[in-house]
């Protein structure tokens, strides 16, 4: 049948990446949308050059959120506190490679406004 | 009752959708719109568009008739003793919020109780917890069965001479449930209670008739019964509207105007301020006319048996689950979860093959929970709906399972 869901979010969504928590994470973000039911937690690591060395995720909704949240995880890598807080949404749309229509982006971006809120956080506790 | 036609008199429903013919199966939302009513709205503006109950000129009292004879249509539709108990506001929401800022802030007291259902939209919750926490008053919920009816057996406990206030649903917009509304006002009137109905769902879909059961205010939206979006109904009885104070304060709804104070319009204007959406109570005097033309019984018998044909063709599906009564008990509304697939995922399966239903809480988070749900896909049934629809559903849902069930 013909489905708007590319491999790439079909895959991610039946094999999620980098799925659980981390023993010591740096930054730690959640983002639970009561509208759908998608709830997002993700955890990021640094390593001693700052970039990011590990993250991992979890959470439920549906496939768009959990397919991009797994994503996330694997663009994430290497990344500087900087670049994460440079990330655009349009960046993350486009690791979905398929079009995503305007009622499903919030699904799509649940994972970035986890990141947004989650850098916050670690800006704050870090007194700046 | 003939369908065929019917679709005929609804320009939407032959459109394409994704290259697909469109199924419209979100009509509780709010339902498509019949020729009548569109070119009833249209020849106002076209030919005798005026601000009512103002001008001293022909298009001026034509459209003041217009406007003032649709209320009174309304007001036969539903068994209202006349027009004084016709209020015209902007949907159900509106409605119960009029109740709620004025019987309410008039009534309600510290320590007073308001009943309602674990079953009720959030539209028949808010305005209710708004009241209870500025007058410091209680909620205090009516439980649900698991399979999706009112626990009746609770109600004379709970009726405790605290609550004054009733607030139900007649029909609940997610699990169908066809509540004995009857037996709830009985029983409130004995305990004291004043009983407010919202018949969003109702009124669009079965007979209505707000003296039996006896009904202080019943609420409804235009929308969801082919007609336009900005008009709603508050019925309620005459010597509560008298007593009760204004709710928005403006034009139309004054008798005399000083410096200092005011004196109020008779009912219903009283709770008209302001130039009210007239061509749309117009509209809704059409889809009145043209709902009655067809009969409430003969659209409710039709919704009736696609519910249970829905049924039997959903229930199949290994995975599927519908919440809710049996379909002998409900109304033509069908909920459901599909092998653990996200009812975002599912919806958006259907709408590329043309197929429009509903996904989420459909404004009842409180419901869903008590279900142990975060959301459910949800098709809905109206008079212009056939049993091929609900077989592309079926057909389409099997398809939906195999490509994205676990
Ligand atoms: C049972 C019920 N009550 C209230 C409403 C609110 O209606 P409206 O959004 O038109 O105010 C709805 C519609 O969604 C409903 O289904």
Same mark, same amino acid.
């Given at each position: 049948?013909?489905?708007?869901?590319?491999?790439?979010?079909?895959?991610?969504?039946?094999?999620?990446?980098?799925?659980?928590?981390?023993?010591?994470?740096?930054?730690?973000?959640?983002?639970?949308?009561?509208?759908?039911?998608?709830?997002?937690?993700?955890?990021?690591?640094?390593?001693?050059?700052?970039?990011?060395?590990?993250?991992?995720?979890?959470?439920?909704?549906?496939?768009?959120?959990?397919?991009?949240?797994?994503?996330?995880?694997?663009?994430?890598?290497?990344?500087?506190?900087?670049?994460?807080?440079?990330?655009?949404?349009?960046?993350?749309?486009?690791?979905?490679?398929?079009?995503?229509?305007?009622?499903?982006?919030?699904?799509?971006?649940?994972?970035?406004?986890?990141?947004?809120?989650?850098?916050?956080?670690?800006?704050?506790?870090?007194?700046? | 009752?003939?369908?065929?036609?019917?679709?005929?008199?609804? @320009?939407?429903?032959? #459109?394409?959708?994704?290259?697909?013919?469109?199924?419209?199966?979100?009509?509780?939302?709010?339902?498509?719109? @019949?020729?009548?009513?569109?070119e009833a709205m249209e020849r106002v503006?076209?030919?005798?568009?005026?601000?009512?109950?103002?001008?001293?000129?022909?298009?001026? %009292?034509?459209?003041?008739?217009?406007?003032?004879?649709?209320?009174?249509?309304?007001?036969?539709?539903?068994?209202?003793?006349?027009?004084?108990?016709?209020?015209?506001?902007?949907?159900?929401?509106?409605?119960?919020?009029?109740?709620?800022?004025?019987?309410?802030?008039?009534?309600?007291?510290?320590?007073?109780?308001? $009943?309602?259902?674990?079953?009720?939209?959030?539209?028949?919750?808010?305005?209710?917890? $708004?009241?209870?926490?500025?007058?410091?008053?209680?909620?205090?919920?009516?439980?649900?069965?698991?399979?999706?009816?009112?626990?009746?057996?609770?109600?004379?406990?709970?009726?405790? /001479?605290?609550?004054?206030?009733?607030?139900?649903?007649?029909?609940?917009?997610?699990?169908?449930?066809?509540?004995?509304?009857?037996?709830?006002?009985?029983?409130?009137?004995?305990?004291?209670?004043?009983?407010?109905?919202?018949?969003?769902?109702?009124?669009?879909?079965?007979?209505?008739?707000?003296?039996?059961?006896?009904?202080?205010?019943?609420?409804?939206?235009?929308?969801?019964?082919?007609?336009?979006?900005?008009?709603?109904?508050?019925?309620?009885?005459?010597?509560? $509207? %008298?007593?009760? @104070?204004?709710?928005?304060?403006?034009?139309?709804?004054?008798?005399?105007? %000083?410096?200092?104070?005011?004196?109020?319009?008779?009912?219903?204007?009283?709770?008209?301020?302001?130039?009210?959406?007239?061509?749309?109570?117009?509209?809704?005097?059409?889809?009145?006319?043209?709902?009655? /033309?067809?009969?409430?019984?003969?659209?409710?018998?039709?919704?009736?048996?696609?519910?249970?044909?829905?049924?039997?063709?959903?229930?199949?599906?290994?995975?599927?689950?519908?919440?809710? @009564?049996?379909?002998?008990?409900?109304? /033509?509304?069908?909920?459901?979860?599909?092998?653990?697939?996200?009812?975002?995922?599912?919806a958006h399966m259907l709408d590329m093959?043309?197929?429009?239903?509903?996904?989420?809480?459909? #404004?009842?988070?409180? $419901?869903?929970?008590?279900? /142990?749900?975060?959301?459910?896909?949800?098709?809905?049934?109206?008079?212009?709906?056939?049993?091929?629809?609900?077989?592309?559903?079926?057909?389409?849902? %099997?398809?939906?399972?195999?490509?994205?069930?676990?």
């Amino acid at each position: 049948m013909s489905t708007f869901y590319s491999e790439t979010i079909l895959d991610h969504y039946a094999h999620p990446r980098n799925w659980g928590r981390l023993p010591s994470p740096d930054i730690v973000a959640d983002n639970d949308d009561p509208s759908c039911g998608d709830q997002v937690h993700l955890e990021i690591a640094l390593g001693p050059d700052g970039r990011v060395a590990q993250v991992a995720f979890e959470g439920e909704g549906c496939m768009i959120s959990m397919a991009s949240a797994s994503l996330f995880t694997e663009h994430l890598q290497g990344k500087r506190i900087a670049d994460l807080e440079g990330l655009t949404e349009e960046e993350v749309l486009g690791w979905l490679d398929a079009p995503i229509p305007p009622n499903r982006r919030r699904c799509a971006l649940s994972p970035l406004i986890a990141l947004r809120a989650g850098l916050a956080a670690y800006r704050r506790a870090a007194g700046g | 009752m003939d369908t065929a036609r019917i679709r005929a008199d609804f @320009p939407a429903l032959s #459109c394409t959708v994704h290259s697909h013919p469109l199924v419209f199966l979100d009509s509780a939302a709010s339902s498509q719109k @019949p020729l009548p009513v569109l070119e009833a709205m249209e020849r106002v503006y076209r030919e005798y568009y005026a601000n009512v109950h103002r001008g001293i000129y022909a298009f001026s %009292e034509e459209a003041t008739l217009a406007y003032e004879n649709a209320r009174d249509r309304v007001a036969s539709f539903i068994n209202a003793r006349g027009r004084e108990e016709i209020v015209f506001t902007r949907n159900t929401t509106e409605a119960i919020n009029l109740v709620a800022y004025t019987w309410g802030r008039a009534n309600i007291r510290p320590g007073d109780r308001i $009943l309602l259902t674990e079953m009720e939209h959030h539209s028949n919750i808010v305005p209710w917890q $708004l009241l209870a926490q500025e007058k410091g008053a209680q909620l205090v919920y009516l439980p649900i069965t698991d399979d999706g009816f009112l626990r009746m057996d609770l109600l004379d406990s709970l009726l405790d /001479g605290q609550v004054k206030l009733v607030a139900v649903t007649m029909m609940s917009n997610v699990l169908g449930t066809i509540n004995p509304v009857r037996e709830i006002v009985q029983k409130a009137h004995g305990a004291g209670a004043v009983v407010l109905v919202d018949a969003a769902q109702a009124v669009p879909h079965m007979p209505v008739d707000v003296q039996d059961p006896d009904c202080d205010f019943l609420a409804f939206s235009g929308h969801k019964m082919c007609g336009p979006t900005g008009i709603g109904v508050l019925y309620g009885k005459e010597a509560l $509207l %008298e007593a009760m @104070p204004p709710f928005l304060g403006g034009g139309d709804m004054i008798r005399k105007v %000083e410096w200092e104070s005011a004196t109020w319009n008779r009912l219903p204007w009283k709770f008209e301020a302001g130039t009210p959406a007239f061509v749309e109570g117009i509209g809704l005097g059409a889809a009145v006319d043209y709902l009655s /033309g067809i009969g409430m019984e003969a659209i409710a018998a039709h919704e009736r048996g696609l519910t249970a044909y829905a049924m039997e063709r959903l229930s199949v599906l290994p995975g599927l689950s519908v919440i809710g @009564p049996p379909a002998h008990q409900r109304g /033509g509304v069908v909920a459901f979860t599909f092998r653990g697939i996200h009812p975002h995922d599912i919806a958006h399966m259907l709408d590329m093959e043309g197929i429009a239903v509903r996904a989420g809480h459909h #404004c009842a988070q409180p $419901l869903h929970r008590r279900l /142990g749900l975060t959301a459910t896909v949800r098709a809905s049934f109206y008079l212009y709906n056939t049993a091929e629809e609900v077989d592309r559903l079926a057909q389409t849902l %099997e398809r939906v399972g195999e490509t994205l069930g676990r």
